[in-house]
């Protein structure tokens, strides 16, 4: 819609999770690191925690992709509501399991050894990545901590990967998963980005997606975008292709910090205004010195290019995102 007013090739902010769009702070650096690590076979239980929207999907599918193909059969559960019968079912379908394995948990357990065996004689894994995992029921949890019994007399165990909320680690904290607890060989977790993390975030997915950040976007925009979205990947990025899309409507780039207002009250987000100055205390006028003179001959001023009120501050584009930009990592 906007692409070609912005000089995009694509759109930058689509909610989808998509590695090629992939930012790393310094959290996210350690939280990709952990699963690498998890995923290559360590024994344990890898735990990734992280509020909604810090981006636990785009790191899982970034660490899943990166992995050598032929040699690993990874199952991934991305609705973990599931009662046990139906857990099962979807595991053997994940991991290439038979029909019969699907329908008797005898018949899994046995098929699951023996591809422990082959995959390790491959130099794979066998694994199991459960996203919003705070949502599991106790029965599955249970299940978990038994499928992780497998193989372990011969040191090839199924790799278990938990992500999930906050919530998560409080249920892992009850007395009756403590067992489960006490699996979790590595821990992860993700926070909100910075203000100079969010710029980027933003600087990286534009440019991935073929354009030029200080052309979009102008400093106070950011800043503004930074506060709305208080640092959450996901709200940021919804906050950005809106605002992109109302500045292709109004004819106005770089988008500046009156538009984003416009959209936070469209979604009903709050601005994070800042706290007015201490009145500073009243202290004797000093004697008024005579004005100056002014050159009328050589004044001159110029008009603004865009009339919508909204475009005043991208005058600011003039020194734009540069500062925000430089040292950012993918």
Known sequence: MYERFFNLRERPFDLTP????????????????????????????TLLIGDPGTGKSTLVKATLQGMPEGVSRVAVLSNPTLKRDEFYEHLAAELGFSAESANSKTAFLRELDTTLDSCAQAGGIVGLVVDEAQSLPDELLEELRLLTNAGVDSDRSLT???AGQPELSERLNEPGLRQLKQRIALRAELAPFTLKETAGYIATRITTAGGRADQLFTRDAVVAIHAASK???????????????????????????????????????????TQ???????????PIAPPARIDVA??????????????????SAAAPMFSFFRGARR
């Open 18 to 45: 998509d590695p090629r769009f992939l930012f790393l702070s310094t959290r996210h650096h350690e939280a990709l690191t952990h699963l690498k690590y998890g995923l290559s076979g360590r024994p344990g239980i």
């Open 231 to 273: 640092g959450l990947p996901r709200v940021i990025s919804v906050l950005c292709d809106n605002a992109l899309v109302n500045g292709f409507a109004a004819g106005i780039r770089p988008v500046g910090a009156a538009i984003v207002a416009e959209v936070c009250a469209d979604f009903d987000v709050t601005l994070a205004r």
């Open 298 to 315: 050589n004044a001159a001023a110029t008009a603004p290019e865009n009339t919508d009120p909204r475009a005043s501050d991208t005058s």
């Open 276 to 286: 007015a100055p201490a009145k500073p205390k009243e202290v004797a006028p000093e």
């Open 160 to 162: 278990l990967v938990l």
